[in-house]
């Protein structure tokens, strides 16, 4: 809902926002599939708790991040 909200603020029209809502949903797919073999094929190979060391690692970063977006009254 939040990449919902974003992208419509951002985009100039409709069909920006439809297109962009679009490609966004089936990366996401594509990736939650590489993701989930990726995640296994390191469980298999490392054991689960690196696996869940790195995700945690990841989650952390992903917070990181998600703290620099601007908000309204930074944006232009």
């Not at 690692?57 to 998600?66: D, P, R, T």
């Amino acid at each position: 809902m939040a990449s919902n909200v974003y992208v419509k603020r951002i985009s100039s029209n409709q069909e920006e926002f439809t297109a962009t809502m679009s490609t966004g949903i089936s990366v996401n797919h594509v990736i939650s599939i590489l993701i989930a073999l990726l995640g296994g094929l390191i469980w298999e190979v490392t054991g689960i708790e690196v696996l869940f060391s790195l995700s945690a690692f990841l989650g952390l970063l992903n917070s990181i991040y998600a703290a620099t977006i601007k908000k309204d009254e930074e944006c232009p």
